[in-house]
Each structure stands twice: as C-alpha cells, then as structure tokens.
T-cell receptor, first 112, second 118 residues
Framework: EDKVVQSPLSLVVHEGDTVTLNCSYE??????LLWYKQEKKAPTFLFML????IEKKSGRLSSILDKKELFSILNITATQTGDSAVYLC????????????FGKGMKLTVNP | KAGVTQTPRYLIKTRGQQVTLSCSPI?????VSWYQQTPGQGLQFLFE???????NKGNFPGRFSGRQFSNSRSEMNVSTLELGDSALYLC?????????????????FGAGSRLTVL
C-alpha cells in the first residue's frame, strides 16, 4: 500500500532557528512529490518536486528530492512566527492510481 | 479570481443523520478531489471527479458518496453519520485530473467544512 511518512510530527523552535522537515515515501509508480503549508484551514501549495537533486527555493524555504533513497526534505531558514503551521507532504503516483497520498503532517510552532 | 469555495464551513449533526457538503472549484477548473482530514490519520483521499465522472475512489465505506455537476461544482454526501466521521472535509480543484499534475496543474484547496457528529 502506498504511504508517506513525515518526521518529526511536531517541532517547537525559536524565531531565527533553521528547521528541516523530512518526508519519506513508498509509492508505486512515483511521479512527483508536493509540499503544502496549512495555517488555518486551506493547505497552500509550496513546491512540487519531480527530479532528484534539483533544489526548489522560495525565499527562506527550500526543498529537495532524493528518488534513490525515496525521501524529500523541506528546509526553513531564519524561521519567523508566521511559519507556524502544519506542513504536509504528498506523493503523486502516475498511471492507474491517481490519488495523492498525504503524510500526516508536521506541526511547526515558532516562538518569538 | 475566486478560490475554491466550500459550504457550509461548520456544521453539527447527530449520529444517524446525513450530510451534504458543497464545493465550487476555481473558475475553469474541471477536476475536483475530496479529502477527509483528522488529527490521527491526516489527509485521506475520498474521491476525484473530472467532467462529471468519478475517476478514483479512496478506501471509505459506501456511506460516502459524491457527484459533480456540469458546471464542475461538486457535492459529497455522508449518510448514517458515525462519531468517527467528525473531521475537516477538504475539497481541492485543478484544471486537469491529478494524473496530469504538473507545475501548471497543482491542487488548490478550499478552507474546508468542519463536521462534528454528536
């Protein structure tokens, strides 16, 4: 059965810290991996990763995919209180099983 | 451009009742997916619709059903509610099905409908 595992499940840091969120996956016919940020209710899209080793970057956030070891990381540098949210990782298979497979999410709390 | 709109935002039901949730996708989006989010299980896929056809269904009992209309709006229904159905139900839309997901075709989520079953 396809699955995505995120770690840690929760993390509390202070403003200015750097955090690394981990996401491992076991998906048949893997195609891409997505990261979402969920602050209140609606998850918002952060990154989509398809190729190994190519870093995607947006401001203080960056992410990379390792298709050999089947994992992805999301880095947040110089964290701010506004980064407090649940971060979701999802694997997208191709072919017959078209549904996204989500991890349980990682709750990040950034204290001032 | 309006986002994905879900109604109602909050609702409380009792066991045995049924509920219908509505989702209006972003204008022009033809694919609608539904997810159930609970603290213990995270986001779990319910179903996906494209052009009024159900393309895929998750591992949920037959009490969970859905449909999509010609204007791409979608509804999901849960009959004979159980306490365990309490959750945030998220709808997401995209231009094309998730099998064609790409940088130009990512899922955009609505704010969800929070269902509490007493």
């Amino acid at each position: 059965e396809d699955k995505v595992v995120q770690s840690p499940l929760s993390l509390v840091v202070h403003e200015g810290d750097t955090v690394t969120l981990n996401c491992s996956y076991e998906v048949t016919n893997f195609r891409s991996l997505l990261w979402y940020k969920q602050e209140k209710k609606a998850p918002t899209f952060l990154f989509m990763l398809t190729s190994s080793g190519i870093e995607k970057k947006s401001g203080r956030l960056s992410s990379i995919l390792d298709k050999k070891e089947l994992f992805s990381i999301l880095n947040i540098t110089a964290t701010q209180t506004g980064d407090s949210a649940v971060y979701l990782c999802a694997a997208c298979p191709q072919g017959g099983s078209e549904k996204l497979v989500f991890g349980k999410g990682m709750k990040l709390t950034v204290n001032p | 451009k309006a986002g994905v709109t879900q109604t109602p935002r909050y609702l409380i039901k009792t066991r045995g009742q049924q509920v219908t949730l509505s989702c209006s996708p972003i204008s022009g989006h033809r694919s609608v997916s539904w997810y159930q989010q609970t603290p213990g299980q995270g986001l779990q896929f319910l179903f996906e619709y494209f052009s009024e056809t159900q393309r895929n269904k998750g591992n949920f009992p037959g009490r969970f059903s859905g449909r999509q209309f010609s204007n791409s709006r979608s509804e999901m229904n849960v009959s004979t509610l159980e306490l365990g159905d309490s959750a945030l139900y998220l709808c997401a839309s995209s231009l094309y099905p998730t099998s064609l997901i790409s940088g130009a075709n990512v899922l955009t989520f609505g704010a969800g409908s929070r269902l509490t079953v007493l």
